[in-house]
């Protein structure tokens, strides 16, 4: 067991604060200006030739990445010949609500439209507690559509479109606070979750850039351990991730104990066989001493024999791991039923029996199509009639 010791905790906790993560000199003149995809550093540097004082990159970061606002006009301390000039430029460019919806158990999901008019979505997955202070999570897209073609997924049937900017993977939650904090002036978003459309590490750069931008303390300042990336099992990406001086938690999305059944339903398995991508897993324990967090989509008649349950506890015998096990829900057009409860129990009960540390969840949001591209799915066939 990964069990630290209090001081030990102490010790991340501070050090997880302090540890803010930098732009790594990516390659950001690609793409337009944003702002929203800029440190305050890199909006000072911007604003040097209009000979703007240095503090205006601070002045205008917490504008954008704290109070959410989504117009110039609303950073009411800036000069009004700076605010005007900013105008001017297009710098700013907050993403368009196509559609809302809210679920019977709160869950909202939000399809955006971006500048080129390629369309996006994001989930907001409200928990109230009564002990502990509310978690609201968003589950982010990376990318328009996705190349990884899974066959259960609504946006993999859709194709790839393109990369997501770091101002745009920032820009859903900046404005789902903007949106809310129009009725609830102390709404915050606590957690994230990069399980949205697209593949995190196929589009790294942004990914990174957008978590120092969403974790920097003059921003959203949302702790690393409270956002969790989650990847199909790109190997180098993996890599990579465990490389990172950060907290951020990283999760597989497994869906299949054996080569043959999950090259079946994801075909990335072809270029990252299982044992490829457990062994670059194990790595990223063994380096970080993180605990990896595997989801697996139980689905009624493909991979819920009790000995696919055996199979898949035989794959992490030895190192700690945290096993989301999620019944689907059906989605339109794709031949998956989803499991009754007694046989999801009784997989439940056997991976226990073989020592994984497993839960079942429950998808969120059933009732508004919020598994992953149902909306953009719903909203480009009606495009398209
Ligand atoms: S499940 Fe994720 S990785 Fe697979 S196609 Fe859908 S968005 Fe892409």
Not at 66 to 72: D, S
Not at 104 to 114: A, H, P, S, V
Not at 244 to 258: G, K
Not at 267 to 275: K, Q, S, W, Y
Request: net charge neutral; proline share 5%; charged share 30%.
């Amino acid at each position: 067991m990964n069990v630290k010791e209090p001081a030990e905790e102490a010790a991340i906790q501070l050090r997880t604060e302090r540890q803010r993560i930098e732009p790594e000199g990516e390659e950001q003149s690609e793409q337009p200006t944003d702002l929203r995809g800029l440190f305050p550093e890199e909006i000072a540097a911007l604003l040097t030739p209009w000979g703007q004082p240095t503090f205006r990159g601070k002045q205008i970061f917490k504008w954008l990445q704290n109070r959410a606002v989504r117009e110039v006009a609303e950073m009411t301390d800036l000069p009004q010949a700076l605010r005007v000039r900013l105008g001017e430029a297009g710098w700013l460019k907050p993403l368009a609500p196509e559609r809302h919806r809210v679920a019977r158990d709160g869950t909202e999901k939000y399809l955006w439209r971006l500048a080129d008019g390629e369309l996006i979505e994001s989930v907001l997955m409200p928990y109230r507690r009564a002990q502990t202070r509310d978690r609201v999570t968003v589950c982010l897209s990376t990318q328009a559509g996705c190349p990884l073609s899974c066959r259960f997924c609504a946006t993999g049937r859709q194709g790839f479109r393109r990369n997501l900017t770091a101002a745009e993977i920032v820009g859903q939650v900046l404005d789902i606070t903007h949106e809310k904090r129009k009725d609830d002036p102390d709404f915050k978003v606590t957690n994230l979750v990069f399980m949205g459309m697209g593949e995190p590490f196929l589009n790294y750069d942004n990914v990174r850039r957008a978590i120092g931008l969403f974790t920097h303390p003059e921003g959203q300042a949302i702790g690393q351990r409270r956002i969790t990336v989650s990847t199909a099992g790109i190997v180098p990406g993996i890599d990579r991730f465990a490389d990172e001086d950060w907290e951020v938690n990283l999760a597989l999305s497994l869906h299949a104990a054996d080569d043959k059944q999950r090259s079946e339903w994801m075909p990335v398995n072809d270029r990252f066989p299982l044992a490829q991508v457990l062994e670059a897993c194990r790595r990223y324990w063994e380096k970080t001493r993180r605990r990896l967090s595997v989801e697996y989509a139980l689905m009624a008649g493909v991979n819920d024999r009790l000995e696919d349950a055996r199979r898949l506890a035989s794959l992490f015998k030895g190192w700690p791991i945290h096993l989301n096990l999620i019944p689907v829900n059906a989605v339109a057009g794709i031949g998956v039923r989803r499991p009754e409860r007694e046989p999801t129990e009784r997989f439940l009960a056997e991976l226990r029996r073989w020592g994984v540390d497993a839960v079942i969840r429950e998808e969120r949001g059933q009732d508004i199509e919020a598994a992953c591209g149902q909306l953009r799915g719903a909203a480009k066939g009606e495009e398209e009639a």
